[in-house]
């Protein structure tokens, strides 16, 4: 055996208990004590390892999206679109990509109940041929606001008030009460969608507009949806308490016996394309998250499929160690200048770097698949055995060069520096439509949950008029209804 080569791991047990130096220990039941009853020796190292090690179990959770489910897959295309992307792994149908999904909540902690009101996320690592490509989106298909400058106060506002650890609709509406762009999301969260079923029978979208280019430096604006195979299914608030009242990790449960049972779960991915040269032609702009793109406009196109066939062997590695970034993208992928994407560019490796330290993309579950190199491999838990005597760049004692050029969007970019509103807000006429193509129970449904959060006494009727007025702009009769029930008037 090489003893540098070998890498921890529970292939290699022994089948006696170790120390963690591997040194055998004859007694893991009783401390190391003077006499019968003690006092401990302070030389019971085993005893000090153990509770030390005990004592730092956990890590940080996760800032948001804390609870969470994940499990393996892999990814076919099933059409070509190899003329809109280089991205190998889009390369030809037939193409098969490994890959892990972490579903998760977005609000609550790690051990909330899975059935509460509230977004959930749907993040996919592609183990690329080039790489890894985090698509970190979330169930429903726009956002509450359109500028990562917000995106802390808002995630505030949505958390437990800060003096009584409660989540209080009354500071919710106060914080959105100050964002209408935040409407066309509530059309998703406050209505039958709200509280999906579980893990498989939900669908994900990349939310943002991302770029789609060729190898000749064509772009392509493109929203990523994916469909589940199974519908879409969500539970009634009635139902979810009771769903929840019996398992709060009802869909933690449901994705792992599912696939133990053999019972896959299945997504489509569709795209929506538009072709930048077009970005201007519509009455709202196509980089707003606050946004969809209508589909008799652009009609969803099939990709491929993805079928997550592996339950994780450990929690600990596969969920809670697993890293998302939408910044990690590959050749053939790149962004679009939506200003919350190019926030969340930065954020995610951040959060990583202080929740898992800076080599988390060493970790096994976020190391890439392929070959890789560069020098940045020093830092806290380095565990990359390297044997180079040259770690700079360049060198003539190393070989490595630069990879083929990567195509990036060309357009010339202009303006002054500035800190403003997009021109094209329009926040009333989609949340309006959204509503208004709902049956008469399904909008009556709506209508009570906001009569409910509205009645919550620590409302204050200025904040309940601009509320009224912002739904009376999405559409009359819904603002009408919700104030026939709440008093008070639109503040328009
Ligand atoms: C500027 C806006 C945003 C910021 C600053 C932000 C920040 C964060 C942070 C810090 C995390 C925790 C990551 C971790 O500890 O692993 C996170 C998780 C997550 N975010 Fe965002 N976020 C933003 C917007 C969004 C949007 C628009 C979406 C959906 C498209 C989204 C989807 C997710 C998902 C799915 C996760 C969980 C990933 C996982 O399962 O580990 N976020 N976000």
Redesign the pocket.
């Known amino acids: 055996m090489d003893p540098y080569k070998f890498r921890p791991s529970s292939a290699h047990n022994s089948n006696f208990w170790t120390t963690n130096s591997g040194a055998p220990v004859w007694n893991n039941n009783a401390s190391l004590t003077v006499g019968e009853r003690g006092p401990i020796l302070l030389e019971d190292y085993h005893l000090l390892e153990k509770i030390a090690q005990f004592d730092r179990e956990r890590i940080p959770e ?4 804390a609870r ?1 489910a994940s499990a393996k897959g892999f990814f076919e295309v099933t059409h070509d679109i190899s003329h809109l992307t280089c991205a190998d792994f889009l390369r030809a149908p037939g193409v098969q990509t490994p890959l892990i999904v ?1 579903f ?1 909540t977005v609000i609550h902690e790690r051990g909330s109940p899975e059935t509460l009101r509230d977004p959930r ?3 996919v690592k592609f183990y690329t041929r080039e790489g890894n490509f985090d698509m ?3 169930n429903f298909p726009v ?1 509450f606001v359109r500028d ?1 400058m917000k ?1 802390p106060d808002m995630v505030h506002a949505l958390k437990p008030n800060p003096k009584t650890h409660i989540q209080e609709i009354w500071r919710i509406l106060d914080f959105f009460s100050h964002h209408p762009e935040s409407l066309h999301m509530f059309t998703f969260l406050f209505d039958d969608v709200g509280i999906p079923e579980n893990y498989r029978t939900m669908p994900g979208f990349g ?2 507009t991302f770029t789609l280019i060729n190898k000749a430096g064509k772009a392509t604006f493109v929203k990523f949806h994916w469909l589940p195979a199974a519908g879409e299914r969500c539970l009634s608030n009635e139902d979810a308490v009771v769903v929840g009242g019996t398992n709060h990790s009802h869909a933690t449960k449901d994705l792992y016996d599912s696939i133990a049972a053999g019972n896959f779960p299945e997504w489509k991915l569709c795209i929506q394309v538009m072709d930048p040269a077009d970005e201007n032609k519509f009455d709202f702009d196509p980089l707003d ?1 606050t946004k969809t793109w209508p589909e008799e406009l652009f009609p969803l196109q099939p990709v491929g499929r993805m079928v997550l066939n592996r339950n994780i062997d450990n929690f600990f590695a596969e969920n809670e160690q ?3 970034c939408p910044a990690l993208v590959v050749p053939g992928v790149y962004y679009t200048d939506d200003k ?1 994407l190019q ?2 560019i930065f ?2 490796a951040d ?2 770097r202080h ?1 898992l330290g800076p080599n988390y993309l060493m970790l096994p579950v976020n190391a890439p698949k392929c070959a890789h190199h560069n020098n940045h491999h020093e830092g806290f838990m380095n565990f990359m055995h390297r044997d180079e005597e040259v770690n700079y760049f360049p060198s003539r004692f190393d070989p490595v060069r630069h990879s083929e050029k990567v195509p990036i969007p060309s357009h010339v970019l202009t303006g002054k520096r500035e800190k403003v509103m997009i021109e094209k807000e329009n926040n009333f006429a989609q949340p309006g439509a959204r509503y208004r193509s709902w049956a008469p129970d399904r909008q009556e449904r709506f209508v009570k949950m906001w009569i409910e959060a509205l009645q919550d006494p620590r409302v204050i009727p200025e904040v309940r008029s601009i509320w009224l007025s912002y739904w009376s702009q999405c559409d009359k009769t819904l603002g009408q209804k919700i104030a026939a029930h709440v008093g008070g008037k639109a503040n328009m």
Not at 62 to 65: A, E, I, Q, T, Y
């Open positions: 996760r800032v948001v999206h969470g972490r998760s996320g749907f993040a970190v989106g979330n956002f990562g995106f939310v943002h998250v697993l890293a998302f919350l926030t969340r954020s995610y959060t990583q929740r």
